[in-house]
């Protein structure tokens, strides 16, 4: 196997890691109304479960980050698949709330360290301006797990039982596991001037203060909780405010994830593709972003429409939108950090995600309640472009310039 065509097999891996991640979490939101009528879980009940699970993904994905700096890519990837594909098809096992509610606390434990570990090895494996692109594949898994998991899913739990489908989604990760293991490798780096000192390694503190991770963390706590809105309540949208049952989810729940997998890898070409015509990085990432953000306010629709087809249609702005943001948002720290220090910046952006779904979980339970899905679309569509003036204001030319000085590109 050539190195240019190890390539492309890792970055399809890395499209299937995260497809395998995402159809994981899904399941539980697309056979909710099954098991909440099973255990007699009230809407309140899903959201708290919910909120655990997001609750250990933020504790976890700073320790997962730092974990993967120590580890590498190869192995910090393996251990945490393994880990997250167990948590999964316990949840075929569960008994109740109680014991639902430890599977998804394991699975949230388990699921973020793909973010930095895939983030090195993208750094290890794509050149400056196709790490966007690398990125975007990589995060393309996202909504291509999110679009089978809502028919495969379906189809599994009407044929089989809710419980199966979990099992089976939880053991395609080992087949992923096998063949990690057998293609990847950390491929060698430039050999570092000897008479130049070797970089401290720097303090979880001396990483987070830098403008690129908490300007970054500040910009994920605010948008993250659009895409995790979808995630977990548009199956609860559709059923309970357009009349859906699980073979239509099954059915047409897939289509907005499907948008954010071309927005994914057309966000992340489109940043190289600016760099190759002389845009800095800072300005190609940033205007990606800026163009995804453009694409929100579409979703404030999705309550309006008279027809469920047009409201899945004004989803599929906020998913197209969303995917351009993130495939840019999390290649920023490959710029901006040195290898050691990549996986705990990382950690720390998708820390702030979390912690911003499980906040807004909860008041979407709550609002979900008392008032309607109407309030949820209009901040969805809002948030992007009001992050996008935080990052323009924490991540000026001038950071890139400074980074640059630090950071020796392979």
């Not at 357009?242 to 239509?248: K, N, V």
């Not at 409201?311 to 290649?331: D, E, K, M, S």
Request: glycine share 10%; aromatic share 16%.
């Amino acid at each position: 196997m050539t190195p240019r065509s190890r390539l492309w097999w890792i970055a399809a891996l890395l499209c299937a890691s995260t497809l395998l991640n995402y159809a994981d979490r899904l399941a539980f939101s697309v056979v909710s109304v099954e098991v909440r009528r099973e255990f007699a879980l009230k809407e309140s009940d899903y959201g708290q479960i919910v909120t655990l699970f997001l609750a250990a993904y933020a504790v976890m994905y700073a320790v997962s980050g730092y974990l993967v700096d120590r580890l590498g890519a190869k192995r910090g990837f393996g251990v945490f698949m393994a880990a997250w594909s167990l948590a999964q098809m316990a949840h075929g096992f569960a008994l109740g709330k109680w014991s639902l509610a430890a599977c998804r606390i394991g699975l949230g434990l388990a699921e973020p360290a793909a973010w930095p570990a895939a983030a090195k090895a993208v750094k290890e494996w794509f050149a400056p301006a196709r790490r966007g692109l690398g990125m975007g594949i990589f995060n393309a898994g996202t909504s291509l797990g999110s679009a089978v998991a809502q028919p495969l899913v379906s189809i599994l739990a009407l044929r089989y039982g809710w419980r199966f489908a979990f099992i089976v989604t939880g053991g395609m990760g080992f087949i992923w596991l096998a063949a990690w293991m057998l293609i990847y490798y950390t491929p060698a780096q430039p050999a570092p001037d000897s008479k130049a000192a070797p970089a401290p390694r720097s303090s979880w503190w001396a990483i987070f203060k830098q403008p690129g991770c908490y300007g970054l963390t500040l910009a994920r706590f605010f948008t993250d909780p659009v895409i995790y809105f979808v995630i977990f309540w548009l199956p609860e949208y559709l059923r309970k405010e357009r009349g859906f049952d699980l073979a239509m989810v099954g059915k047409y729940a897939w289509v907005p994830f499907a948008f954010g997998g071309a927005g994914y890898v057309f966000g992340g070409w489109l940043s190289g593709w600016l760099m190759d015509r002389g845009w800095s990085t800072g300005r190609a990432r940033k205007f990606a972003m800026a163009c995804g953000a453009a694409f929100l306010p579409g979703a404030m629709l999705a309550p309006l429409v008279p027809e469920p087809w047009m409201a899945i249609g004004a989803t599929c702005f906020l998913t197209f939108g969303h995917a351009l943001w993130v495939a840019n948002l999390q290649t920023l720290p490959t710029d901006l950090f040195r290898d050691s220090e990549l996986g705990t910046a990382s950690g720390f952006t998708g820390a702030g995600g979390a912690i911003g779904g499980m906040i807004a979980n909860l008041a979407t339970g709550y609002a979900v309640m008392q008032f309607s899905y109407t309030p949820l679309f209009l901040l969805a569509g809002l948030l992007h472009p009001l992050s996008a003036v935080l990052v323009y204001r924490f991540l000026p030319e001038r950071e890139f310039a400074r980074a640059a000085g630090l950071i020796r590109n392979p």
